[in-house]
């Protein structure tokens, strides 16, 4: 195999490759036998027509599936010979095959940019930290949705009041009353006095009782600003749950294993802690590719966004059976896009020269605590274990786990103490105003 390579803009790779025929006459003949058992011909038994007579009428088909076969089969080794990584599985531009003649191919493919990765060890990166303590009425708000589990639901036979659950259909509209598309959510539970809407909607909903249909109108202030929002709201059914006690025997109703409530409390204190210890470290992760990304020039080439785009593209057109907005889309994600490319090559440079390194050990101790956590069966395990697509996501996720700590380790941290009450409150401000 002979291969010339030339760089083009936008850090596309040009190779041309010539492959002799003597290399490829066993593939080809492969290619014809294979083609051959899904022809059917009058006066023959399927499968057992003669190849000569499969490759005089359909030449031109069995030429291209074999150029096809080619180069899916030889690209991995195509690339390693041309001394390149690229980030795409490349286009075929053209193919010159006759059988008896060499293969002569022309392929482009998307390589990196150069670029200089900002020193991050000499110069730390730094983020803000939040330290969040778990107080005992986070606990009890955590046990009060325990004990809705088990609750005993029964209609009122009233008008809705405070700490009612509520079945409600929600339509928001706009100024003018007029239903906005795609803005209803129907058979939704809301329990009057707390959640999204709190007391603005709970004033608005009292007494309601089933088959109520009512406006209500709902504005969030966000600090020198505010949003309004007008729904309708049509109500279902309106219940009163009756809360177990909370005692020894409740908690040994939650988990056998739970002897008091002190162990349940422990056990919920606990899990909120490691879930929020997540959530500030996914902030932290965010923040340092973030600063990562503003501080390493690189060009995205014009072709790697508008790959990336055509495969968001792609994706949405499956998920809404081709109903989508296409420019929309384009126009929307393209700075997402640019930063995911910008990304995508800082992280495969800092993994690339710290020699970080990913065995197929640990994607299968991932793989078993993926298992462990969604109690899969031994069938839907093995499927996983032996599915390539899945390890690859797998690997990728580990890749990101050890380029982030590796950034965390040479970073700097402002840390803040902060309670879960007003974590949260920041979070879904931020949210709102994003």
């Known amino acids: 195999m002979k291969i010339k390579t030339q760089i083009t803009e936008d850090s596309i790779v040009r190779l041309d490759i010539k492959i002799r025929w003597t290399d490829l ?50 690209y991995q080794e195509i690339i390693k010979e041309a001394d390149i990584d690229p980030i795409d599985s490349g286009n075929l531009i053209e193919a010159d095959f006759h059988e008896g003649d060499d293969l002569v191919m022309l392929i482009e493919v998307q390589t990196e940019p150069e670029f ?36 005993e639901v029964f209609n009122t036979g009233k008008g809705a009041e405070l700490g009612n659950f509520l079945e409600v259909d929600i339509q928001e509209l706009d100024e003018s009353m007029t239903p906005l598309i795609g803005k209803k959510v129907e058979k939704r539970v809301i329990k009057l006095g707390e959640g999204d809407f709190g007391m603005q909607a709970s ?136 930063w995911n490319m910008k990304w995508l090559m800082i992280r495969k440079s800092l993994f690339r020269n710290e020699k970080l390194e990913v065995g197929e ?32 996501k797998v690997r990728q996720d580990i890749i990101e786990s050890k380029v982030m700590e590796l950034l965390r380790n040479n970073s700097k941290f402002n840390e803040q103490s902060i309670t879960l009450t007003d974590f949260n409150s920041l979070m879904r401000d931020n949210h709102q105003h994003h």
């Not at 600090?223 to 005692?247: M, R, T, Y």
């Open 203 to 338: 004033e608005q909903l009292k007494g309601a009782v089933p088959g109520d249909e009512r406006v209500v109108r709902i504005s969030q202030e966000h600090g020198d600003h505010s949003h309004k929002f007008v729904f309708k709201f049509k109500v279902n059914s309106v219940e009163e749950h009756k809360l177990p006690e909370v005692d020894d025997e409740f908690a040994n109703k939650v988990n056998s294993s739970f002897k008091s409530v002190d162990e349940l409390n422990e056990k919920l204190r606990q899990d909120i802690q490691a879930r929020y210890d997540s959530e500030t470290l996914n902030l932290v992760n965010n923040a340092l590719a973030d600063e990562m990304v503003r501080q390493t020039n690189i060009e995205v080439p014009e072709s790697m966004v508008s790959s990336y785009l055509d495969g968001l593209v792609r994706r949405a057109k499956k998920e809404d059976n081709g109903d989508v907005d296409e420019d929309f889309l384009r126009k929307n994600y393209r700075a997402g896009a640019i």
């Open 361 to 392: 050990n640990d994607i299968d101790k991932l793989m078993e605590k993926t298992v462990e956590l969604y109690g899969l069966d031994k069938t839907a395990a093995l499927s996983m274990k032996s599915d390539n697509d899945q390890r690859e």
């Open 25 to 74: 006459k066993d593939d080809y003949d492969g290619t014809v036998t294979d083609f051959c058992k899904n022809i059917k011909e009058p006066g023959f038994r399927a499968g057992k027509i003669p190849a000569v007579i499969v490759k005089k009428k359909y030449r031109n088909e069995i030429e291209s599936e074999f150029i096809d076969k080619i180069l899916r089969e030889r």
């Open 116 to 151: 200089k990765l900002y020193d991050y060890k000499k110069s730390k990166l730094e983020a803000l930290k939040y330290n969040i303590s778990v107080s005992d009425d986070d606990v009890d708000k955590a046990l009060d949705e325990i004990r809705e589990n088990y609750a």
